[in-house]
């Protein structure tokens, strides 16, 4: 039994010592101290050893192990420190660097932003607010019922209150931004003129002019002796601001349940500006902006009286604005994470 844990200890020694890499002493330990290792069976064996020699035999089998090990952790160190030297020769430190990639505003943002500033020079004021938004803000302030047809035209994400007393179906994701008008109206005093850029939801299929999320400018104006002309001031002198001063702006009558009269805005397009190309399919128009009179019953659902206050509403899709501007062809493109389309802008 000591001789064969000797020839164990010799050989794992030689071993050992003959080791070029971390590699390689993993293996040899594994092969020596292992669960099935040589020196592991060895000690498993002293039960076979009669019961007077086996506390010699154990002293000796610890010793050895110790043996072991001590000379597995030299090689360890001495492995290590090479390695770390041969690293270290191999970095050339007067090597230039990689340059880090530096990002840059999102067309969208841009987009946002350009706007903001352009209305905040004409008094604005900027809002923001929820994105989780009750169904009253979302529709019944803005003098739509639960019962009206153009709830059809907004397909709406319902968030699941069956945990909560709240009544199901009155917690969405606002379809709209003109949420905030209702809120903001409550809240502040006439004269006010706000928008209101932010993102919003919509339960439908995506193809190359819809999303289920984008982005919304809402803005309205509430003051004494406030009349349609004010309204196609305001938008005129955006858009002109916003695409150039060779865009033109056309309204013409649309109905929208939350102002009356209603209108929706085209401007000359700007791809062609005016020809027609199929961008406009050839009429040389691009419609960009649903507005109107804020509808008297608006006002009046947040106490303030339309006899003595009146205002107009507008409203536009960011995405719309910044595929016109940037003459793409598919608003998906705008939510592409691919950098060759992004770093275009
Ligand atoms: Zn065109």
Redesign the pocket.
């Known amino acids: 039994m000591e001789e064969e844990l000797v020839g164990i200890k010799n050989a794992a020694i030689s071993f050992i010592l003959e080791c070029n890499s971390l590699e390689e002493l993993e293996e040899v330990k594994l092969q020596f101290l292992g669960r099935s290792g040589k020196l592991t069976q060895a000690i498993k064996n002293i039960a076979t050893v009669p019961l007077e020699r086996r506390p010699e035999v154990g002293m000796l089998a610890n010793e050895i192990k110790n043996i072991i090990e001590d000379t597995i952790e030299q090689k360890y160190q001495t492995l290590k420190s090479e390695h770390y030297k041969k690293r270290k020769s191999a970095i050339d430190v007067t090597k230039p660097g990689i340059k880090p990639e530096i990002g840059h505003i999102h067309p969208i943002t841009h987009t946002i932003l350009e706007t903001i500033d352009i209305f905040k020079s004409i008094g604005f004021q900027v809002a923001d607010g929820p994105e989780i938004e009750t169904d009253y803000y979302n529709f019944e302030a803005l003098n739509i019922p639960k019962d009206h047809p153009s709830r059809d035209t907004q397909q709406t994400l319902y968030l699941d209150t069956r945990e909560s007393k709240v009544e199901p179906g009155e917690v969405i994701l606002r379809t709209q931004t003109s949420n905030m008008q209702g809120r903001i109206l409550e809240k502040m005093k006439p004269p006010m003129r706000v928008i209101v850029p932010g993102k919003v939801y919509r339960y439908e299929q995506t193809d190359a002019s819809h999303g289920f999320e984008f982005w919304q400018l809402e803005g309205f104006a509430v003051d004494k002796n406030i009349t349609m002309s004010d309204l196609f001031g305001t938008i005129d002198y955006f858009i002109k601001k916003f695409y150039g001063e060779d865009i033109k702006v056309k309204f013409v009558c649309h109905n929208f349940p939350f102002v009356e009269p209603g209108a929706e805005a085209y401007i000359t ?16 128009w ?1 419609e960009m902006l649903g507005a109107g009179m804020i509808h008297p019953n608006v006002l009046k659902t947040a106490k303030i009286d339309p006899n003595i206050w009146q205002g107009f509403a507008f409203g536009t899709g960011f995405s719309r604005m910044a595929t016109l501007k940037y003459q793409m062809d598919d608003l998906r493109l705008l939510t592409n994470p691919d950098l060759r389309i992004l770093e275009q802008f």
Do not use: D, H, N, P
């Not at 397009?269 to 040389?284: E, L, Y």
């Open positions: 397009c700007a791809v062609c500006k005016g020809k027609g190309c199929t961008f406009c399919k050839r009429s040389g691009v």
